[in-house]
């Protein structure tokens, strides 16, 4: 960072690069800095439910390295068997348990950042004053660094079901969800794919899914033997009475894991039906979910482009795949006029442009259909505040045009 | 007052450079320094639900809201926000998150911070903004709801809290429990490891009037159990087992009566029996939580007033209680003050002192990222006008 400063030249922190927004890519010449092996398991601290890691640690190998210990790191973002904990703390990442177990933020205990000057600071939610944790985390790399991490621990459940219901319209299903969360049963995950991606999926994966349903949704309970039998029953009878027409449970660990491995990599299995895709990242009221997958198909439909719908559907996060090839100029077009109708049509609907893939390069214009200038300003004056020169990633998150000048003080 | 109107009143104190202070149910004054010869914006009245639709699991409240009032709305559509406030009749929203206030059950749910998921505010200036919304994910620029939890309102005064709910338990019940002598550390390590997890837990000496349930040799724990109906008996057993296998024989329930009990014991480190006693809080690891209760009590016995001690098993945090007599306690305070500073350096004060109250160290240990904090309060309030010298923020405290 002192070198970054010396030279008066941006710099980037990446992971794995595995972000969808442009985050970690530089935009013209500076350094960046990779955190690729600087990926060490710092502390365990098991009676204290926590650890101690740097940024490079890959997501996943957290939870693998300390299962014997009974316990878990629970921000499980699709890409997880690459992305760094210390990317996903850059995005506040997700991913499907996040329905329960809430986004990076919720698990991230205390940070130390390297700042705009190359000295370090530390912050911990239990510290007095302003929760700085809170606002590094998601900051997309723009406030400081993250050298290492204290992260939350979860016991592994005791018992953990998973269903698999087919519906034979994307709407029930998104009903059914509805009327899930609606019921006040917050599942472990509820997660939804449609029929192009059910198909993709079971042709790279046979993942066991119904190639007939128009829609699945892929339901995780996790608890106590008695709290998974009723989310069972309880969830069973709500997605029969919304038209399912399977409801199917994993009966053993191997099961499961099919079921989890066709969902985890339906974004890779469409690469069978289309040389290309775009992912958009919205999120809308859970109940505003129909709605909001009628708009996405409506414009998928004028464009004459394929969407396949693979979603954190509890969640009312949507990841609509527009499928395209990339020779083709109009489909290019279509799939970027698609992506930004998406944006609008989730503004409208009381949502946001990005539920967990960040803002980056991608979405920063889109940030002035959720913000009005002065909400903008605000955020740019801490921005100014961290890191005055803008040396951290630069050009990421804000519009052009957008500076703290536009308060009044 | 209605945005507009707080807006306006900003904005003149702002271009007069006269200090404003906010009003709100009090309950979390005695956590920081009193504020002076400054205007008061009362925000007691802004107690409207601004949004709630039960099947989104989302609410959107005006700050002033009383933590009461929010649970009594929720209660209704079987759901909750385990704000867990003390004196929740009183303590407003903004109150709550100004001063990043959390409770015993933050293990299990989060704290109120983790549940906010959005904001309107208004800064200094007068300027009106947002930040977040009233969807459960959302990354789409800097989360700057959460930057205002405790900021005692000294960045921006917050006018809207948007949070996530959660369904309500179907059942509640509170384990009460005295420790036989010699069983204490074998309780905290049964009761950690209890499953399903406590939904909170404490251990306490003294709160004679605050806790319920019959003292020890050892003291005495009080569990929550919150769960669906068809575990509660099961659990039950589980957990008298567990307890069993720690030495205590008898558990006493209380199912009617739990969460007035629980509220009780939230209410307990506010409640003080006169104006010469002060309650402390000091974060901990939860495997150092009885060392530290027992090192603080030492302290308090040496300057010979009564103590009583709270410690949440499943976060860590000690909470001290020391009431002195009317003829030695003003000059006492501060050397106590300063000798369970040098065992909790991290102890914060909750309530009490009396006249005292500024002279004493508040806060205890400043964060590591001061400077950062001054440098956003520099920015935000560039003239300095909202609650100045109530922190450390501007400064005027080292």
Redesign the interface.
């Given at each position: 960072m002192k070198i970054a400063r010396d030279l008066a030249e941006p710099l980037i922190a990446r992971g794995s690069g595995t972000g969808l927004c442009g985050g970690a890519a530089p935009l013209r010449a500076g350094i960046v800095l990779s955190f690729a092996r600087m990926n060490q398991l710092l502390e365990l601290?098991i009676?204290?439910r926590r650890a101690r890691v740097a940024p490079g640690l890959v997501n996943l190998q957290l939870s693998e390295r300390i299962a014997s210990t009974g316990y878990f790191y629970a921000p499980d973002p699709a890409s997880q068997r690459a992305s760094t904990i210390g990317g996903n703390i850059g995005?506040?990442a997700?991913g499907p348990h996040?329905l329960a177990y809430?986004?990076t933020?919720?698990h991230v205990l205390a940070l130390e950042i390297v700042?705009d000057r190359g000295e370090c600071?530390?912050?911990?939610?239990?510290?007095?004053?302003?929760?700085?944790t809170?606002?590094l985390?998601?900051?997309e790399g723009t406030?400081g660094i993250v050298t290492s991490a204290w992260v939350r621990l979860l016991?592994i459940p005791?018992t953990t079901g998973v269903w698999l219901a087919a519906f034979p319209s994307i709407e029930s299903a998104s009903e059914a969800v509805?009327a899930i969360?609606?019921a006040?049963?917050?599942p472990t995950a509820l997660e939804m794919m449609d029929a192009t991606i059910v198909r993709a999926v079971e042709s790279a994966y046979a993942a066991g899914y119904p190639a007939d349903a128009a829609a699945v949704l892929l339901v995780e309970s996790s608890?106590?033997p008695?709290?998974v039998?009723?989310a069972d029953a309880a969830i069973a009878r709500i997605a029969r009475a919304h038209g399912a027409t399977k409801w199917q449970a994993a009966t053993s660990a191997d099961q499961r894991e099919a079921l989890w491995r066709g969902r985890k990599g339906a974004a890779g299995a469409v690469g069978r039906i289309a040389p290309n895709y775009y992912t958009q990242d919205v999120?809308?009221?859970?109940?505003r979910l129909p709605e909001m997958l009628a708009a996405v198909d409506d414009a998928a439909r004028k464009h004459g482009i394929v969407v396949g719908n693979v979603f954190?559907a509890g969640?009312?996060?949507l990841h609509p795949l527009l499928l395209y090839d990339k020779r083709d100029a109009r489909q290019v077009a279509a799939v970027i006029e698609i992506g930004n109708l998406v944006l609008a049509r989730a503004v409208e609907l009381?949502?946001?442009?990005?539920?967990?893939?960040?803002?980056g390069i991608e979405?920063r214009n889109?940030?002035s259909m959720?913000?009005?200038t002065?909400?903008?300003?605000?955020?740019a004056?801490?921005?100014?505040?961290?890191d005055p020169q803008a040396l951290l990633n630069p050009e990421k998150?804000f519009p052009s045009g957008i500076s703290?000048r536009e308060?009044?003080? | 007052m209605n945005d507009t109107a707080i807006s306006d009143a900003l904005?003149e104190a702002?271009a007069g450079r006269r200090p404003v202070t906010l009003r709100g149910g009090g309950v979390f004054s005695g956590m920081h320094r009193r504020v002076i010869d400054a205007d008061e914006i009362d925000l007691r009245s802004r107690r409207a639900i601004l949004e709630y639709?039960?099947?989104?699991?989302?609410i959107g409240v005006e700050c002033g809201l009383t933590g009461a009032h929010m649970e009594q709305t929720l209660r209704e559509h079987?759901?909750f926000l385990p704000l867990d406030a003390p004196d929740a009749s009183q303590a407003s929203v903004g109150g709550i998150l100004a001063a990043?206030w959390s409770g015993p059950r933050r293990h299990r749910y989060?704290?109120p911070?983790?549940l906010l998921i959005g904001s309107s505010f208004a800064?200094?200036?007068?300027?009106?903004?947002?930040?977040g919304?009233?969807?459960?994910?959302?990354?789409?620029?800097?989360?700057?709801s959460?930057?205002?939890?405790?900021?005692m309102g000294t960045?921006a005064v917050l006018l809207r809290a948007n949070f996530k709910t959660?369904?309500?338990p179907d059942s509640a019940r509170m384990f009460l429990a005295a420790l036989p002598a010699g069983t204490r550390e074998r309780a905290f390590a049964q009761i950690r490891n209890l499953?399903?997890?406590p939904a909170a837990a404490w251990w306490s000496t003294g709160f004679e009037r605050e806790v319920d349930g019959e003292p020890g040799d050892d003291g005495r724990i009080a569990i929550l159990l919150e769960?669906?109906n068809?575990?509660l008996e099961?659990?039950t057993l589980d957990w008298r087992a567990a307890l069993g296998r720690a030495g205590i024989p008898e558990t006493r329930l209380l199912d009617a009566g739990a969460h007035a009990s629980f509220t009780r014991l939230l209410d307990a480190p506010m409640r003080l029996p006169g104006v010469h006693a002060l309650s402390y809080r000091s974060?901990s690891?939860?495997?150092h939580a009885l060392a530290l209760a027992d090192s603080l009590a030492e302290v308090v016995d040496r300057f010979e007033m009564q103590r009583d001690l709270l410690v949440d098993i499943m976060n860590?945090d000690v909470t001290l209680r020391a009431v002195g007599d009317a003829a030695s306690f003003t000059q006492m305070a501060g050397m106590l003050d300063d000798a369970l500073h040098d065992r909790a350096p991290?102890a914060?004060i909750l309530a009490g002192g009396g006249e005292g109250h500024d002279r004493l160290d508040c806060?205890?240990?400043?964060?590591?990222?001061?400077?950062?904090?001054r440098?956003?309060k520099a920015?935000?309030?560039?003239h300095g006008i909202l609650n100045p010298g109530i922190?450390?923020?501007d400064g005027r405290h080292s």
């Open positions: 601290d009676e204290n995005t506040n997700g996040c809430g986004t933020v919720n700042d600071f530390t912050t911990a939610v239990e510290d007095l004053g302003y929760d700085l809170a606002l985390v998601g900051s406030l016991r005791s509805s969360v609606g006040g049963i917050v608890g106590e008695e709290e039998a009723s999120c809308v009221p859970r109940t954190h969640d009312g996060n009381g949502g946001t442009i990005s539920g967990e893939h960040g803002v979405k889109g940030m959720v913000y009005r002065e909400d903008l300003a605000a955020m004056c801490v921005r100014d505040v961290f998150i703290c308060m009044r003080t | 904005a702002s639709e039960p099947r989104d699991l989302t079987r759901q990043a989060g704290r911070r983790d800064l200094a200036d007068g300027t009106l903004a947002r930040a919304g009233m969807v459960v994910k959302n990354v789409a620029g800097y989360d700057l959460r930057l205002f939890v405790g900021s960045l959660l369904p309500l499953r399903p997890e769960c669906e068809a575990l099961r659990a974060p690891l939860p495997s860590g991290r914060r806060f205890g240990l400043l964060p590591n990222a001061l400077a950062q904090m440098a956003l920015r935000f309030d560039p922190a450390f923020f």
